[in-house]
């Protein structure tokens, strides 16, 4: 990703997300909206974008965060809304390990509650520890908390996979976690 559509990304990645009434545009139930409309916004405040930067950006993006509908009129981010949208994913079963990337400071606490999802709709796993330790590295010096998930989907808790490949669910209890 170069400057130009790393800046895009998130800017994209705040209103589908986060704020789509920031910029004036509403999601529908499953997190897509139009990308007409969304395009004409753009441009209506200080930036540019083209349909053609648009598509480079969902293509190119280094984690695919976005995706277009099949005739490309509707868009959505992939993962990590805090809007209280479906995605509307099956749920399926996770391998047996899945890791999350945190920092030390947080440890104590997940160490009492368990992961829990914050201001997000999911708890978000990586399936190698290398993924997990760029997500950690957001916020200082990583740590890696190994996820029993194969256990705690035997036991009834669901999990789900984006379109990019991230695990989603609900909590993680702390007996499912090795520190
Ligand atoms: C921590 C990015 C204290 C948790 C990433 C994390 C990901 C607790 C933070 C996606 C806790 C939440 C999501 C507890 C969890 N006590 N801290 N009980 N439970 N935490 O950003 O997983 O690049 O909401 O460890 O790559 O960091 O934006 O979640 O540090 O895929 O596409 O609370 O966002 O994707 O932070 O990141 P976040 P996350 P993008």
Redesign the pocket.
């Given at each position: 990703m170069n400057k130009k559509t790393k800046n895009i990304s998130k800017f994209l990645?705040y209103v589908l997300?986060h704020h789509p009434d920031k910029l004036g545009i509403a999601l529908d139930k499953n997190g897509w909206t139009s990308v007409n409309f969304l395009l004409e916004k753009i441009n209506a405040e200080p930036y540019s974008l083209t349909m053609t930067e648009l598509e480079e950006v969902v293509a190119t993006n280094n984690?695919k965060?976005f995706a277009f509908n099949e005739d490309k009129t509707m868009i959505r981010?992939n993962?990590?809304h805090?809007v209280n949208i479906d995605l509307a994913l099956q749920p399926k079963q996770p391998p047996e390990y899945l890791y999350?990337?945190?920092?030390e400071k947080?440890?104590?606490?997940?160490k009492?509650?368990?992961?829990?999802?914050?201001?997000?709709q999911h708890?978000?796993?990586?399936t190698d520890k290398e993924?997990a330790s760029?997500?950690?590295s957001?916020?200082g010096k990583p740590f890696i908390?190994t996820i029993k998930s194969g256990n705690m989907n035997q036991e009834g808790f669901s999990f789900y996979q984006s379109e990019n490949g991230?695990w989603l669910t609900d909590k993680?209890p702390a007996t499912f976690i090795e520190f």
């Open positions: 990645s997300r984690k965060r981010a993962q990590g805090s999350h990337g945190t920092v947080f440890v104590k606490s997940i009492e509650k368990g992961l829990i999802k914050g201001t997000r708890v978000h796993l990586s993924t760029n997500v950690g957001r916020r908390l991230v993680v």
